[in-house]
């Protein structure tokens, strides 16, 4: 790759609300496969890793 150019790569992928293992290893295996193809920044939806829409979730000490 060019000394001038940046790989990104945007990953599209479904997370588990609360499902904070899942979304550890999908993020793991997404970025993984991300690093193998030259990419030097990942970019996960919002709140990829809590499964997005906390809610009732921000009210549990177990998640918190």
């Known amino acids: 790759m060019d000394a001038n150019q940046f790989k990104i ?11 904070i293992s899942f979304n550890v290893e999908r993020i793991l295996l997404k970025a993984n496969e991300a690093e193998k193809k030259g990419s030097e920044l990942i970019v996960f939806p919002e709140m990829f890793l809590s499964g997005y829409q906390p ?9 918190l």
């Open 9 to 19: 790569s945007l990953v599209q992928s479904n997370s588990i609300v609360g499902g």
């Open 55 to 63: 809610l009732d979730l921000a009210n549990k000490r177990a998640f």
